[in-house]
């Protein structure tokens, strides 16, 4: 259950940081899945998986409630967290499971950088959304969430209906 809250594609190391079991727990259960089928294995030299279908990862994430998903979301950013100090883990992993573990510091660092690079390179449509999440984690009236208002106005992309 939690390999499906990190994505479609995951690895060994970050689904062992995010659980509390042990890495031979965690390979025993994955051995399972993969001869029931559920996933696949990537690279087994970097211990990458991946579920053999979109809808078998939907429809394992759909079985968890939120109140059950947010933690193993914290856990997740937090285990990201710890491997960033490599250089390996790209910003939008942690900006996307901060906001959805509703991270409120973290959720709105992580997603307004992630809005910065994508704005950077002209990805208006993916900086829209970072901004969008940073600034929804945001109290309204707050200096974050004017910051994050001014850069979605720069970016034009502010909808009708939405506060400028």
Partial sequence: MCASVIGHHFDVAL???????TEGEVRAALERAFTLELIVVDDPSQGRYSFR???TRDVIYA???TSRTRP????IA???ERITASGNVPIDDLAYH???????RRG???NEQAGDRAAGVHAEVEARTYY???????EIGSHAYARLTAKLNALGTLGPGEIR
Avoid at 98 to 104: E, H, I
Avoid at 132 to 138: E, I
């Fill in 108 to 110: 709105v660092r992580y």
């Fill in 132 to 138: 969008g999440r940073a600034r929804g984690l945001s």
């Fill in 63 to 65: 079985d968890l409630i």
């Fill in 53 to 55: 279908h979109a809808l």
């Fill in 72 to 75: 193993l979301h914290r856990r």
């Fill in 78 to 80: 937090r285990a990201l």
């Fill in 98 to 104: 901060s906001w959805a573990a509703g991270d409120v």
């Fill in 15 to 21: 689904l062992t940081a995010a659980v509390t079991c």
